[in-house]
């Protein structure tokens, strides 16, 4: 899939951008600071209906209005189809539309799908597991879009057991009722990232062998609150349950839910200790690339055509070398590529595309305008 164009009100800093693609590689060029990185967010909240970083709704409004706007018009390169895909935040409520009527989560979701690769992105292996749940979430997404209600139901679930936990006197048989909800959508969020990691590993060791040569080996697994045998949605509910009764009381004394995929991690055992103690600082970059070229190439085979690809300033992060393996293993895939940077000579990374498959703009404190070679900054 790749976006054709793209239509910005508000968002960010950028007052106004009206923007359209190369088929291939699209670079914004700028300082820090001027909004290159608002342009991908933008890009992202439309494909993940959430923010690339950690901010609320309102934090996305331009300072001084009252609503933005995002709209992008997307084009399947394997169906042909073209839909304009939107979302407006207005005093943070969000209106999503497809094809100029409104919608749904769930019918936006999957029309444009995006992978994001940011300089935060090296903290996944090295890290909190909640860095490593969040990449885990946002693939399995991409991947499989009907996961977002089931991730929801999980999240209102915990959230609501949380507040009847932080009273004095505890209800036990509302507890029961909370629990039973709980552990069902608990199982089910369980199930879903377990299948999936176990899709992915094989990929993300091969991936690292590769690119990390010579390399220590890598064990990728999923490492749940509730133990092994992730498979049987009764027998982990059963358990799920079993194990929330018998933190009850330490729950109710902390006010937290302290077992379920809420506190689950994505094991990355490298030569057999944690790769966020053991990696090198070169292995940790090899790693988190090995991650997200695995996401990419298994989302291409899920939905038969690669997904859109989010660079944001990597060189920034990965030495020449990593990057150059980073190009040099998305060639083949044919996809479209978004990429920011402070430093034009990048673009040379990029290797043989077309002309007419590759453009450059250049940013400026949220103005976006043509960019040419010469031009900085350098």
């Not at 399995?140 to 089931?150: C, D, G, H, K, S």
């Not at 069902?184 to 377990?194: C, D, F, L, P, Q």
């Not at 991690?265 to 600082?281: F, T, W």
């Amino acid at each position: 899939m790749r976006i054709l164009a793209a239509h910005i009100l508000d968002f960010r800093n950028i007052t106004r951008a009206d923007v359209r693609f190369a088929p291939r590689v699209t670079a914004f060029i700028g300082a820090n600071g001027q909004g290159k990185t608002n342009f991908l967010e933008a890009m992202y909240a439309v494909a993940a209906l959430r923010p690339l970083r950690n901010a609320s709704r309102r934090d996305l409004v331009r300072a001084g209005a009252q609503r933005c706007e995002v709209k992008v018009e997307v084009e399947s390169q394997k169906t042909g189809l073209v839909h304009v895909l939107s979302l407006a935040l207005e005093r943070g409520v969000r209106t999503l539309m497809k094809d100029g009527k409104r919608c749904e989560a769930g019918e936006l979701l999957g029309h444009l799908v995006a992978v994001a690769f940011t300089p935060d992105d090296l903290e996944i292996s090295k890290g909190s597991p909640d860095m490593r749940r969040r990449f885990v979430d946002r693939a399995l997404l991409n991947a499989r879009p009907a996961y977002l209600e089931r991730a929801l139901r999980y999240s209102q679930a915990m959230k609501a057991r949380n507040k009847l936990l932080s009273r004095p006197t505890l209800d036990e048989a509302l507890i029961d009722a909370y629990d039973d909800a709980l552990a069902g959508v608990g199982a089910e969020v369980t199930i879903a990232r377990a299948r999936f990691v176990r899709e992915l590993a094989p990929r993300i060791e091969d991936l690292f062998r590769d690119i990390a040569s010579p390399a220590p080996p890598l064990s990728v697994r999923y490492a749940s609150t509730l133990g092994d045998d992730l498979d049987d949605v009764d027998l982990l509910r059963a358990r799920f349950l079993e194990r929330l009764a018998a933190k009850r009381a330490s729950d109710h004394r902390r006010g937290l839910t302290s077992v379920g995929p809420h506190l689950d991690d994505l094991e990355l055992i490298l030569d057999g200790a944690p790769a966020r103690v053991r990696a090198s600082q070169g292995q940790h970059r090899a790693l988190v690339l090995a991650l997200k070229l695995a996401e990419i190439a298994q989302l291409t085979d899920t939905l038969g055509e690669p997904p859109v690809l989010l660079l944001d300033d990597i060189s920034s992060e990965l030495d020449l070398s990593r990057s150059r393996q980073l190009f040099d293993a998305l060639r083949p895939l044919q996809g479209q590529v978004l990429l920011t940077t402070t430093d034009a000579r990048q673009l040379d990374l990029v290797g043989e595309v077309a002309e007419h498959d590759r453009t450059a703009l250049a940013v400026d404190q949220g103005v976006f305008s043509p960019w040419t070679r010469g031009q900085g900054p350098t």
